[in-house]
Structure formats: C-alpha cells, structure tokens
C-alpha cells in the first residue's frame, strides 16, 4: 500500500527541498503548528521511506562540468553482471533497467569530454557482455530529482494503482541492490544521487 500523504506533510517536504538544514523549529513557526509534530512528521517520513535526508552534491562545482546520459545493449542473461560492474564506478551516478531497445540507463559526471570518451572507450566497452553503447552529452539540466515535487492529489490516486505493478519492479531492484552490497564488502558506502 503507498503510504498517504497529507497536506502538512507537502508543506514540510516542501520546505525541507528549500533548506534540508532548516530547523523543525523554524518549519513549525512558518506551518503553524507545533514543534514536535514536526519532528514527529519528519522522523515518519524518513523511517516509511517517503524521504531521504543525504547531502547532494553539485558535479560541476568540483570540476565534473560534462554530464552524459548513456543507454547500454547487453547480451541475453548478462543484465545483472554488467549492472552490478557499473554500480561500482565512481563515474556512475545512477544506473537502472530499461525496456526497449536498451536495457541499461547509466548516468555518468566527467571532467571533460576526452574523459567521456576515454570512459567510454577503456571502460564501458570493454565490460564483457556489453554489445553497444548509445551516449547524449547533456549540456544543460533544468531539474533534478531533488527539485522534484510531489504531484496533486489526483496523480497520487493514479499513482496508487502503479504501485501494485512497480512492487513487482523493485523486487529485481532490491536483489539487484543486495548482491551488490553482498559483494562490495563491509567497508564500502554506497550513496544515492538525484
């Protein structure tokens, strides 16, 4: 079942996306309510897994200016090796299983277009099992996941039906994650990027 989101909970996600650091203090005086309810919503919105409280970091303010979408082919029965190789490569911010024509998304930061090319090149087609690669250089990214809002009320109840079917999704995603974690050892963090 997805989780039911009310309107107190919108405006603290809301203001939460403005300022993550904002103190529940300051959130209760701007909604009017109290303090603790605050915390209490915020600590309930974390442990359902509505949001994630992480630092975010901004690519092109360390150097990583070239920002590239790249769509993999992989052969039959290869998805979860070749997956798990790109979840581990520090260029790779995001990775995720597609359908159509290919069957891995990976978004990647690089310092340049020569380091594109060479992650291409000396890494990405030398991963067994991968048959072609597809790349867009994103010059210019106008929103975020993190910019992200949450829809009105009727896209929820939509939402709700698309649930039943994406539970079935994350199960691949979930085992996908766990031997990922299983394999990098105890010492590795892993992080999400939006």
Same mark, same amino acid.
Not at 86 to 112: C, H, K, N, W
Not at 117 to 138: S, W
Not at 179 to 193: D, H, K, L, M
């Given at each position: 079942?997805?989780?039911?989101?009310?309107e107190l909970d919108r405006q603290?996600?809301?203001?939460?996306?403005?300022?993550?650091?904002?103190?529940?203090?300051?959130?209760?005086?701007? &909604?009017?309510?109290?303090?603790r309810t605050v915390r209490a919503?915020?600590?309930?919105?974390?442990?359902?897994?509505?949001?994630? &409280?992480?630092?975010?970091?901004?690519?092109?303010?360390?150097?990583?200016?070239?920002?590239?979408?790249?769509?993999?082919?992989?052969?039959?029965?290869?998805?979860?090796?070749?997956?798990?190789q790109l979840v581990q490569m520090?260029?790779?911010?995001?990775?995720?299983?597609?359908?159509?024509?290919?069957?891995?998304?990976?978004?990647?930061?690089?310092?340049?277009?020569?380091?594109?090319?060479?992650?291409?090149?000396?890494?990405?087609?030398?991963?067994?099992?991968?048959?072609?690669?597809?790349?867009?250089?994103?010059?210019?990214?106008?929103?975020?996941?993190?910019?992200?809002?949450?829809?009105?009320?009727?896209?929820?109840?939509?939402?709700?039906?698309?649930?039943?079917?994406?539970?079935?999704?994350?199960?691949?995603?979930?085992?996908?994650?766990?031997?990922?974690?299983?394999?990098?050892?105890?010492?590795?963090?892993?992080?999400?990027?939006?």
């Amino acid at each position: 079942m997805v989780r039911p989101i009310d309107e107190l909970d919108r405006q603290i996600i809301r203001l939460l996306q403005e300022d993550s650091r904002m103190p529940s203090a300051e959130i209760a005086r701007r &909604l009017g309510v109290a303090e603790r309810t605050v915390r209490a919503r915020i600590n309930r919105l974390v442990q359902d897994g509505v949001i994630k &409280l992480v630092a975010i970091l901004n690519p092109s303010a360390l150097g990583y200016d070239v920002t590239a979408d790249i769509f993999l082919e992989v052969e039959p029965g290869r998805l979860e090796e070749v997956a798990h190789q790109l979840v581990q490569m520090e260029e790779v911010a995001y990775v995720g299983l597609t359908t159509g024509d290919r069957d891995i998304s990976i978004q990647v930061f690089v310092p340049s277009v020569d380091a594109l090319y060479r992650f291409i090149t000396e890494k990405l087609q030398r991963i067994p099992g991968v048959v072609g690669t597809t790349t867009y250089v994103v010059p210019r990214v106008l929103k975020w996941l993190h910019n992200w809002s949450l829809p009105t009320e009727g896209a929820a109840v939509a939402g709700q039906r698309a649930g039943r079917r994406r539970r079935r999704t994350r199960t691949l995603r979930d085992q996908l994650s766990a031997q990922v974690a299983s394999t990098s050892g105890a010492g590795a963090s892993g992080g999400e990027n939006a």
